[in-house]
């Protein structure tokens, strides 16, 4: 089974913290996805990479980061959070074919206080 | 991009009833998923359906690819069935799943 695992299922950080959320897949998938998930807005995307070292914006990149310095990690960085960052987060994972799922981790809930 | 429409946006069923949620897309897709989101918010994979039908249990699903729009059914509904059940598209050259707004499911026993 595929497994996409990000690191924290709850994280409460302060206002202008540097923050880092993990995604982790087990499946040698070529592409990686973050979304944020907010109340009647479905989920968006922030950031994907198709590659190592590759990133493209999505719908909603302003105060995001990524990283992807190996094929199995993806990370998501909010430079300096604000409160309006609190959301769901979900990563992703596919195979380079568009033809294919794509497979979900567990979500982290983050706060910003 | 494409657009996503998911209908209705809330549904709200007594345990062994049946249902029909409804998704619309703007663009011919390559790609097209259904999920169900639990109470802790996982994103649990339902089909993988950019065309035809498919069963697994009492969920089905069907994609009407030229006419833009794809169904699931559930039957026998239980509580277990809870939770936002979301269409994922993704059209042309792209591979990037593109989300509609979810139907948000109760079921009461």
């Known amino acids: 089974d595929v497994k996409v695992t990000q690191s924290s299922r709850y994280l409460v950080k302060r206002t202008g913290e540097k923050v880092f959320l993990e995604c982790v897949q087990d499946?040698?998938?070529?592409?990686m996805f973050w979304y944020r998930q907010d109340p009647g807005l479905g989920l968006r995307l922030i950031y994907f990479?198709?590659?190592?070292?590759?990133?493209e914006k999505g719908d909603i990149p302003e105060g995001y980061s990524v990283s992807r310095e190996k094929k199995e990690r993806f990370s998501l960085i909010l430079e300096s959070a604000s409160t309006n960052q609190t959301s769901m987060y979900l990563c992703?994972?596919?195979?380079?074919?568009?033809?294919?799922?794509?497979?979900f981790g567990q979500g982290t809930r983050l706060t910003v206080v | 991009g494409i657009q996503v429409e998911q209908s209705p946006p809330d549904l709200i069923l007594q345990e062994g009833a049946n249902s029909t949620l409804r998704c619309n897309f703007s663009?011919?897709?390559?790609?097209l998923q259904w999920f169900h989101q639990n109470p802790w918010g996982q994103l649990i994979n339902l089909f993988y359906?950019?065309?035809g039908t498919k069963q697994n249990g009492r969920l089905s699903a069907t994609t009407v690819a030229t006419e833009r729009y794809s169904l699931l059914y559930i039957s026998s509904s239980q509580t277990t069935d809870s939770g936002v059940y979301f269409c994922a598209v993704a059209s042309g050259g792209s591979y990037i799943p593109t989300f509609g707004r979810g139907t948000s499911l109760i079921v009461h026993p």
């Open positions: 499946m040698d998938h070529e592409n």
């Open positions: 990479s198709y590659d190592v070292k590759m990133k």
């Open positions: 359906i950019p065309s």
């Open positions: 663009d011919s897709v390559n790609n």
């Open positions: 992703a994972s596919s195979p380079r074919s568009m033809n294919t799922e794509a497979f």
